[in-house]
């Protein structure tokens, strides 16, 4: 299987933030001759693993969140129009006309009601929760599939760009997911410097860090890394805040991470000729990896971005080159026997 | 146990975050027939366990038994009392209202003269005790004493009650509801009835509780808001629609396993039901579902309008639908 594939698989699997369990069933059919599924936990988290097969081995935890940004229903109108509100960060500006899908009884198509430029009589945009969903069907058909409390999700449509450029929804996060799982899959057992459990987590987007401390809680890894998008720069974005697609992942500096494993990481990269990025996230990373610093007696963590554009949208952009960087750096920090020595020595 | 008197001699006991040993002390004497082990936790969460036969889940069913109230932060020279806020209170529904202090000392709070409805906050807000002098207060209450807008409880016509604090007394009784079911039952799961405390003021009490407990599943008994009143907010939650199968709210997105079978059973039983997506607020189902590994959780709401307000208004048909439905829900697991 290829990279590109895999992104493209896991991207479509239907998991709106709080409902990651209906994507169970065909994660396991992309994964479960892959790798050992240990668990899909009360919470929603999804947990693979691959074991060294040595006794006291260290625990390495790689978490991606598995959700992405959805909506709920929270209505059903006598015309059959749905109303909604949103799960997670959706921006008003790219809702007019959009196509999503209702996850109800069975997945149905519908498309966001939008206003005509010629009966507009301003253009201020509507908030999510004052949004229509038009689905074709009665208040009646409707009722019988959908029900109030049923995900909606972007369509999944998905293309390649010329230059090695991906687009499409819900990249953010799993595309780094596929990049995890497939640097994992590709590594050969005798190579692992430890058992490496991938975290598929749960409401990122919604509870924002919730759903990784209760999974970062059972499993209780010695060390870990978290990888989510990172902002690219594109026009009007200021360059500090931002990261350059194609230039490779980025390594976050924050107080929120540990900073040996930072750093030692960052020294794997120019060792090995990974190309990355330095980025500084002073207090806080704005991702998992500040709640999994702070599970249990603190849990050392290293975080990683991959460079992302036009974030929360139906067409997010990525960059293929920047995906397989990931892969390649994520695999030697999993077969790392340097960083799993430093870690056990600063535990003791 | 009958219902209304249960939810009214709960009402009147008034207790506000931090501050939950009366209502902890008639909670216990009210459960403990039901149950097989009692204790306290040290954050004073009254944990009543039913212990199952063996092989079976640890379930845990949560209600929070504080209440919002004020807090005395200084006494002026004139004897009127400054207050902060415990939770969150609607001013503009507390101007003018009767207070009593957990000491019993009664009065009224009160806005002052220069402001306009729209601008109240607490700091505008003074509680006069018919006190002349600081002096003569200070012998009365002290810095840092409760007081509460205070409490009633009566029965409108057709079957709905109005007063406060219906949040969440009206859950504390469902609990007791569910627990007087079950006490009979033969089951192999553990059932802790667990009654928190401040949550109020953030959820706090469910979570070391939930931590202690580590439930594999766990329903949170709550109000929720409903869409049924004059220019409300849209929301398809009613008055009289039945307990409210909780999807989600500004803290929690419930597990859609546990929703699912709720609505299942309901249908099968045909216990009245409708289906809760809460836009504003937060319950204890998310301190239950992100303690500790997590747990798997969902909550049955009883729809309430004009929640926090002296008036709280609730239908009792709607509360006796979730201890139906709570019910068996536990006997199908």
Same mark, same amino acid.
């Given at each position: ?348 | ?154 029965? /409108? +016509? ?11 007394? &009206? $859950? *504390?009784?469902?609990? !007791?509801?569910? #627990? ?6 033969? /089951? +192999? ?11 109020? &003021? $953030? *959820?706090?009490?469910? !979570?070391?509780? #939930? ?123």
């Amino acid at each position: 299987m290829q990279l590109k594939d895999l992104i493209f698989e896991l991207c479509a699997v239907p998991s709106v933030s709080g409902f990651e369990k209906r994507g169970t069933q065909r994660l396991l059919e992309i994964l479960g001759d892959k790798l050992e599924f240990v668990a899909v936990d009360g919470v929603g988290n999804h947990i693979f693993r691959k074991c060294c097969g040595r006794q006291n081995a260290p625990k390495i935890m790689l978490d991606a969140h598995f959700d992405e940004i959805g909506m709920i229903v929270t209505d059903i109108t006598e015309a059959g129009f749905l109303r909604v509100a949103p799960l997670g960060g959706i921006d008003a500006a790219i809702m007019q006309a959009a196509d999503v899908i209702i996850y109800g009884k069975e997945p149905i198509r519908g498309v966001v009601c939008s206003t005509p430029p010629h009966l507009r009589e301003d253009d201020e945009l509507p908030e999510i929760t004052a949004l229509m969903i038009d689905t074709g069907l009665s208040k009646e058909r409707a009722s019988e599939i959908i029900s109030i409390g049923s995900p909606v999700g972007f369509a999944p449509v998905y293309a390649e760009l010329l230059g090695q450029r991906l687009v499409g929804k819900s990249f953010d996060d799993k595309a780094c997911a596929a990049c995890a799982l497939f640097a994992l899959i590709n590594a050969p057992t005798s190579s692992l410097a430890g058992d490496v459990y991938v975290l598929l987590s749960c409401t990122e987007e919604t509870s924002r860090l919730g759903g990784v401390t209760a999974g970062a809680f059972s499993l209780s890894p010695d060390y870990a890394m978290v990888i989510d998008v990172n902002l690219a720069r594109v026009p009007d974005t200021k360059s500090f805040e931002t990261v350059v697609l194609g230039k490779g992942p980025s390594i976050s500096v924050s107080a929120a991470t540990d900073v040996p494993l930072t750093r030692a990481t960052q020294r794997l990269c120019e060792k090995k000729g990974i190309a990355h990025q330095m980025i500084a996230a002073p207090s806080s990373t704005g991702t998992n990896a500040t709640s999994v610093n702070l599970t249990r007696e603190g849990i050392p963590v290293v975080d990683i971005g991959l460079p992302l554009a036009y974030m929360h949208t139906y067409n997010e952009l990525i960059d293929l080159n920047d995906c397989n960087t990931l892969c390649a750096l994520i695999s030697e920090f999993i077969c790392s026997g340097e960083i799993a020595e430093q870690m056990r020595c600063l535990e003791g | 146990m009958e219902l209304y008197s249960t939810i009214k001699q709960l009402c009147l006991c008034p207790s506000v975050s931090g501050r939950e040993n009366k209502i902890r002390q008639l909670l216990s004497s009210l459960v403990e027939p039901f149950c097989d082990e009692l204790s306290v936790d040290k954050l004073g969460n009254l944990i009543a366990l039913k212990k199952g036969t063996g092989g079976g889940k640890r379930i845990m069913l949560a209600a929070h038994m504080d209440e919002i109230g004020f807090m005395v932060t200084f006494i002026e020279d004139n004897g009127m009392l400054r207050v902060a806020p415990v939770g969150g209170i609607s001013f503009v529904g507390a101007a003018y209202s009767r207070v009593i202090s957990e000491s019993g000392v009664k009065g009224t709070i009160v806005p002052n003269a220069k402001t306009k409805p729209e601008d109240y906050k607490s700091d505008c807000f003074y509680i006069d005790i018919g006190a002349s002098s600081k002096k003569q207060a200070d012998a009365m209450v002290g810095i840092g004493d409760f007081f509460v807008v205070e409490p009633h409880l009566q029965k /409108l +016509k057709g079957g709905r009650v109005c007063g406060r604090p219906l949040d969440d007394r &009206v $859950g *504390c009784a469902v609990l !007791l509801g569910i #627990a007087e079911n079950l006490s009979e039952c033969v /089951l +192999k799961d553990d059932i802790y009835y667990v009654f928190t405390v401040q949550e109020e &003021v $953030g *959820c706090r009490g469910a !979570l070391p509780s #939930a931590f202690a407990i580590a439930p594999d599943m766990a329903l949170c008994f709550d109000v929720t808001a409903t869409g049924d009143v004059p220019d409300a907010s849209p929301m398809a939650c009613r008055l009289g629609g039945g307990a409210a199968v909780k999807i989600k709210d500004a803290s929690v997105i419930c597990d859609e396993l546990i929703t699912s079978r709720l609505s299942e059973i309901a249908e099968s039983k045909k216990i009245k039901y409708q289906r809760e997506v809460l836009l504003r607020g937060g319950t204890d189902t998310s301190s239950m579902q992100l303690s500790g590994s997590g747990a798997s959780v969902g909550a049955l709401s009883i729809p309430t309008r004009y929640i926090h307000s002296p008036n709280e208004m609730c239908e009792l048909s709607d509360a006796q639908a979730c201890i139906d439905l709570a019910t068996e829900f536990i006997l199908s697991i």
